[in-house]
């Protein structure tokens, strides 16, 4: 009974390839959320959903698209991958936008290394 | 716009030892602040969420405070265990960002040696 469900874990594909990461969220939660974590372990948002309105596009290049096809499933679709784009990638959700009284739940995250 | 350190970066400790992490942010203007514990290859799991209005939180042998006027947290960690290892990152989501935008330190990378 996982909270917040990526797949795949692990993700190993060639530059220029195109692949998608997929998250779901069983809690019920309105807001939903992608996170990269650098190779500094640094991790900074990239795009934020809420009931599958876009409600945060932070400066990611356009190569990313994200898409809510209801408001437990949140994916990232990115194109053209570029060695750059290795990184681990975590979905997270939260009951309303900022995370108010109950914070946030993050998944186990995906780790996609383009060679 | 909201800057979030944690000092220090890296910290070993003696099994048994009590230990503070510290974490400081910018801008005091803040929803909540939460902190995290990662482990190496690991999701992100919660440990403590403190509100805006709120001065601290209790877990176990958890204790976050939060002082939002000097714009400090700290994390307590009582009778260290080898088990309490991980990078514990905290976060803040603040007015700026009421869209939801969780802003994150660098972390602390524990080490508790037995």
């Known amino acids: 009974d996982t909270a917040v469900s990526q797949t795949p874990k692990y993700l190993v594909t060639q530059m220029g390839n195109d692949k998608s990461i997929k998250c779901e969220q069983n809690l019920g939660h309105d807001t939903m959320y992608w996170y990269k974590q650098d190779s500094k372990k640094f991790l900074k948002i990239m795009f934020s959903?809420?009931?599958?309105?876009?409600?945060i596009n932070e400066t990611v290049p356009n190569r990313f698209s994200p898409k809510s096809p209801d408001k437990a499933h949140l994916n990232l679709h990115i194109n053209s991958l570029e060695l750059g784009d290795s990184a681990v990638y975590f979905c997270?959700?939260?009951?309303?936008?900022?995370?108010?009284?109950?914070?946030?739940?993050f998944g186990s995250g995906t780790r996609l290394t383009v060679v | 716009k909201q800057e979030v350190t944690q000092i220090p970066a890296a910290l070993s400790v003696p099994e048994g030892e009590n230990l503070v992490l510290n974490c400081s942010f910018t801008?005091?203007?803040?929803?909540?602040l939460q902190w995290f514990r990662q482990d190496p290859g690991k999701g992100l799991t919660s440990l403590l969420l403190?509100?805006?209005?709120?001065r601290e939180q209790t877990s176990g042998r958890l204790n976050a405070s939060l002082d939002k006027s000097s714009g400090r947290s700290t994390l307590y960690i009582a009778a260290s265990q080898p088990g309490d290892s991980a990078t514990y990152l905290c976060?803040?989501?603040?007015?700026?960002?009421?869209?939801?935008?969780?802003?994150f330190g660098k972390g602390t990378k524990l080490s508790v040696k037995p």
């Open positions: 403190i509100q805006s209005s709120q």
């Open positions: 801008d005091s203007a803040i929803y909540n």
């Open positions: 976060a803040v989501t603040d007015y700026g960002g009421s869209q939801g935008n969780l802003i």
């Open positions: 959903y809420n009931n599958k309105e876009l409600i």
């Open positions: 997270a959700s939260s009951q309303v936008p900022g995370g108010q009284t109950y914070g946030y739940t």
